[in-house]
């Protein structure tokens, strides 16, 4: 079973709506990934953290969600205005501190999330 | 930017066959490759985790190989089962960013 756990499991907005997800990382990871996977299965990294500070984030996220990995706290990716081609599952994944080089990831099973 | 190429996207083989999934990069400075498994609703599942020093790589009932002159990593289910029915991604990384995913393989294994 997964130790990196992800709320809610699915959830269904409408356009313009805001679309939350939380995402508990395994304990002691000090580095959370968000990747998107469309319908295709087609991955799409998001953002990364190490612990509450930003890594690297797309062009897209930086524009259109907000995201944060405060301590003590779940990790959050929030859609600001969710469009239609939003709509896909989305993965958090944190790395071991004990493997930071060959940045394996643990993945909890994901937020699907649906536009309408 | 940089791509990973994974084919092909669908698989179908009978019990006890063998199947084989390939993954291309483009990154000459790739060194870590990773192969997960996903089954339907679950997260991915690491199945394996090779370096750029390793070529050849057995796990339980299956086999990767890392071509680095070719850029080429796959996945090799020498006698599959229906309970390797699932999907699997191959993932690439160089030491600076996050993991890069094929588009996943969608395995059946039929009886």
């Known amino acids: 079973n997964s130790k990196v756990i992800q709320t809610p499991r699915y959830l269904v907005k409408g356009q313009g709506q805001k679309a939350k997800m939380r995402c508990i990382p395994e304990?002691?990871?000090?580095?959370v990934f968000w990747y998107q996977q469309n319908k295709n299965n087609e991955f799409k990294f998001l953002i990364n953290?190490?612990?509450?500070?930003?890594?690297?984030q797309i062009d897209m996220t930086e524009k259109r969600f907000s995201a944060e990995c405060p301590s003590n706290s779940p990790c959050s990716l929030e859609i600001q205005s969710s469009e239609a081609g939003d709509s896909a599952l989305y993965l958090c994944?944190?790395?071991?501190?004990?493997?930071?080089?060959?940045?394996?990831?643990?993945f909890g099973e994901g937020s699907k999330l649906t536009v309408l | 930017g940089e791509q990973v190429e994974q084919r092909p996207p669908h698989l179908s083989v009978r019990e006890g066959d063998s199947a084989v999934i390939t993954c291309t990069y483009t990154?000459?400075?790739?060194?870590?490759f990773f192969w997960y498994k996903q089954e339907p609703g679950a997260s991915l599942q690491l199945l394996m985790k090779?370096?750029?020093?390793?070529e050849i790589n057995e796990g339980q009932g299956f086999t990767v190989l890392l071509n680095k002159k070719d850029k080429r990593l796959s996945l090799n289910l020498t006698a599959a089962h229906p309970g390797d029915s699932a999907a699997y991604f191959c993932?690439?990384?160089?030491?600076?960013?996050?993991?890069?995913f094929g588009a996943g393989t969608k395995l059946s294994v039929k009886p």
């Open positions: 994944a944190s790395r071991s501190p004990w493997e930071p080089n060959t940045g394996q990831l643990y």
């Open positions: 304990k002691g990871h000090p580095v």
């Open positions: 953290f190490q612990n509450q500070e930003v890594l690297q």
């Open positions: 990154d000459p400075n790739s060194y870590y």
């Open positions: 090779v370096f750029s020093s390793t």
């Open positions: 993932a690439v990384r160089n030491n600076n960013n996050a993991p890069r």
